[in-house]
């Protein structure tokens, strides 16, 4: 199977809503919830896209031929590309039922940790997809990441009893969730966090804490003042809220204002190796991403997940190779032109 023949395959049992396209843009799904689209008109997820399409790599090959290498290493981890498959929830409401969360997520954390990067998983109002969800870390002896909506402190307490024994190396939380329209008015409640929440909900974690949703500097510092070792720069895909700016227009400022002081991943349109090239070099440690993820799952299962990573691993090994930089390290900014 190649990657044409997947996303084939995606199309005849994804569902309605998701249009499984050569790029995922936005466009075709831009107000559709349920769906991957977003709860306006869409407009958010579509400049997410573009706005990475806009910035420029500065090719350069005056430089020695020699192998390049992506590793990563976070927290303790060592993975072989600087990506991760991101979060997803309800996918047999927002896709269809082929799957629900629970085979979504015990096929996606294996492939992903057969093929050197790890997966964030979803959350629900459902407990039973955190449950399962943590169960397919454990069986990867905790190399995957779950993701905690931002529930009252009673369920996130229970939730993280979960994520300890699952011996999960991190734990996020996406705040941004707070905006979805599903979780309104739901029970347990949801909404968004004070510092001094993060602060307690970090202590709780007991293990690094991943704050998603960050989109300015101000919400960077708050992260950092609760205690969170890495942030994602994130507006929710562009689900929540339109006319947001992008994820690659904040990035830049919010890396230079955070430093060396947390891990900086970004997600929000970022579709191809070249892409996550533009990230690093605008400042992210890593990258997430999400949507092509489903649409892999979804037309191949284990294969599926293992042709995307391959291609997305290629793209960013030449596009590395062709700017002159051989280990995520020699990414530097002056190798993207905005």
């Excluded at 997520?105 to 399962?132: K, Q, W, Y």
Aim: glycine share 10%; aromatic share 6%.
């Amino acid at each position: 199977m190649n990657y044409k023949e997947l996303l084939e395959n995606a199309r005849s049992c994804i569902g309605s809503y998701c249009k499984a396209c050569p790029v995922c843009n936005g466009i075709a799904c831009k107000n559709s919830i349920p769906g991957p689209g977003a709860k306006g008109v869409g407009d958010t997820a579509i400049r997410n896209y573009q706005k990475w399409q806009e910035i420029r790599v500065n090719m350069d090959t005056l430089s020695a031929n020699k192998p390049v290498d992506t590793t990563l290493e976070l927290f303790g981890q060592t993975f072989t590309y600087p990506f991760f498959a991101g979060p997803v929830g309800a996918v047999n409401l927002h896709y269809s039922d082929k799957f629900n969360d629970m085979a979504y997520n015990d096929i996606l954390v294996s492939a992903c940790r057969e093929n050197g990067i790890a997966a964030f998983t979803g959350d629900g109002t459902n407990p039973t997809v955190m449950e399962s969800a943590t169960a397919a870390i454990a069986k990867v002896k905790g190399r995957g990441i779950p993701t905690i909506k931002p529930w009252n402190m009673d369920t996130i307490k229970e939730k993280m009893e979960l994520v300890h024994k699952a011996g999960a190396f991190a734990v996020a939380m996406d705040i941004d969730a707070a905006g979805l329209p599903f979780l309104k008015n739901m029970t347990p409640p949801a909404g968004g966090k004070s510092v001094d929440e993060l602060r307690r909900i970090s202590e709780i974690a007991g293990i690094p804490f991943i704050v998603k949703g960050i989109m300015n500097i101000k919400s960077a510092l708050k992260a950092k003042a609760a205690g969170a070792k890495a942030i994602v720069v994130s507006n929710h895909g562009g689900r929540v809220l339109d006319q947001c700016p992008s994820t690659a227009e904040v990035l830049p400022e919010i890396a230079e204002a955070v430093g060396n002081e947390m891990k900086i991943l970004v997600d929000g349109g970022i579709r191809s190796g070249t892409d996550i090239f533009k990230a690093l070099a605008l400042g992210a440690d890593g990258v997430l991403i999400c949507r092509p993820f489903v649409t892999a799952l979804y037309g191949g299962e284990k294969e599926g997940v293992k042709i995307y990573i391959e291609k997305l691993a290629e793209e960013l090994k030449d596009t590395m190779a062709m700017c002159g930089a051989f280990s995520l390290s020699e990414i530097t900014k002056d190798m993207v032109r905005r």
